[in-house]
């Protein structure tokens, strides 16, 4: 009974040994995990229709978990989008966060310059930065920029695809 008795009291001291935050006891949203995560809803003149009731989000144009060509639609679970260190992030999980990024669509020193997600490669845009300012997200390339303006078109292929232009 005695030794009982030790191991139930060894088990509570163990217990409250185990360091913790003052306050914190659990993750009670996923903006606690990633401070700053947030959808991106895409506001123009397609979406003034609808007063906001049905809007438009950046999404991805591939099946649930796989990276493609970011798109704006209609979502009714839209991806979850952060910026850390100039970088913009897609978090698709607590183990798998994907890089956004700008490729050269049209392999040429020309614009536009195309959003992926995830895509690594030789024609991604290297030197590029993400940033918000207000509540518009701006791509900045050097002394250029996009002026938080994105054009939602199909690409050489046909598929729906994300672009931006750079001024200075």
């Known amino acids: 009974m005695l030794a009982l008795l030790l191991l139930c009291a060894s088990w509570v001291m163990t217990v409250l040994a185990i360091p913790s935050f003052e306050g ?3 993750w009670t949203d996923i903006g606690s995990l990633v401070p700053g995560m947030t959808t991106l809803e895409a506001i123009g003149p397609s ?9 438009f989000y950046f999404t991805i144009d591939a099946p649930h978990g796989l990276t493609g060509n970011a798109t704006v639609k209609k979502d009714s679970a839209p991806p979850l989008f952060y910026i850390h260190n100039n970088q913009l992030w897609n978090f698709h999980n607590a183990s798998t966060i994907y890089p956004v990024n700008t490729v050269n669509a049209t392999k040429s020193s020309q614009l536009p310059l195309q959003v992926v997600v995830g895509k690594p490669g030789s024609d991604v845009v290297k030197g590029g930065s993400w940033r918000w300012q207000g509540t518009m997200l701006l791509y900045e390339y050097g002394s250029t920029n996009n002026s938080g303006v994105y054009y939602s078109c199909q690409d050489t292929n046909g598929l729906m695809g994300l672009f931006l232009f750079l001024r200075g």
Do not use: A, E, L, M
């Open 47 to 55: 979406s003034w229709d609808d007063s906001g009731k049905n809007p």
């Open 24 to 26: 914190v006891t659990s």
